[in-house]
């Protein structure tokens, strides 16, 4: 059995800390997530047609999974918060629901997959809630993060002060 990593989130004493990362270098970060919502197909002639009483079903969730990556280090403990440079929600319909994917991107020395899967989660909730009367049977499943990369910056790149 290979050997686990120390958990970068527990001190030696063993208590909750903040990874410090102020030594690494800059980075550009991209991280995306995904997740699924299943819908009843009359749920989604409803989302189509707009007819869903609480307004455009898909264009909210796409502000709501935004807004929620830029709040991330305000809901996950621990997490820095980070000048998000991008953040795209994207919705693809199939006939049992819709995928939700989060693309999120930064400069900074360390990585955008919590932002990723924060809108990716959020926009799926905000689908479950505009739904909610009318589809007693959603189910959001599968939330992941499918990839994450990072390429080192130098700081003119970065738009740091020389």
């Known amino acids: 059995m ?5 958990l970068t989130h527990i001190g030696t004493d063993g ?3 903040m990874v410090d990362v102020s ?21 989604l002639d ?5 007819q869903i009483a609480k307004g455009n079903v898909f264009a909210t969730a796409r502000i709501a999974g935004i807004q929620a990556a830029k709040q991330t280090a305000q809901l996950i403990p621990l ?6 440079g991008d953040v795209k ?11 939700v994917r989060c693309t999120a991107q930064t400069i900074a020395q360390t990585g955008v997959e919590m932002e990723a899967l ?12 505009m739904c909610k009367a009318v ?20 700081s003119a790149e970065s738009g740091a002060a020389e």
């Open 89 to 99: 929600i994207d919705v693809v319909t199939s006939n049992n629901g819709a995928e």
């Open 46 to 50: 409803l989302i189509a047609s707009n």
């Open 118 to 129: 924060v809108g990716v989660t959020v926009a799926l909730l905000t689908i479950y809630d």
């Open 23 to 43: 030594a690494k270098p800059m980075s550009k970060r991209r991280a995306v997530a995904a997740g699924k919502i299943r819908l009843q197909r009359e749920t």
């Open 135 to 154: 589809d007693k049977e959603m189910q959001i499943s599968d939330v992941r993060l499918l990839s994450k990369t990072k390429r080192t910056v130098h």
């Open 79 to 84: 997490c820095h918060p980070l000048p998000l």
């Open 15 to 17: 208590r909750a800390q």
């Open 2 to 6: 290979a050997k686990m990593k120390r």
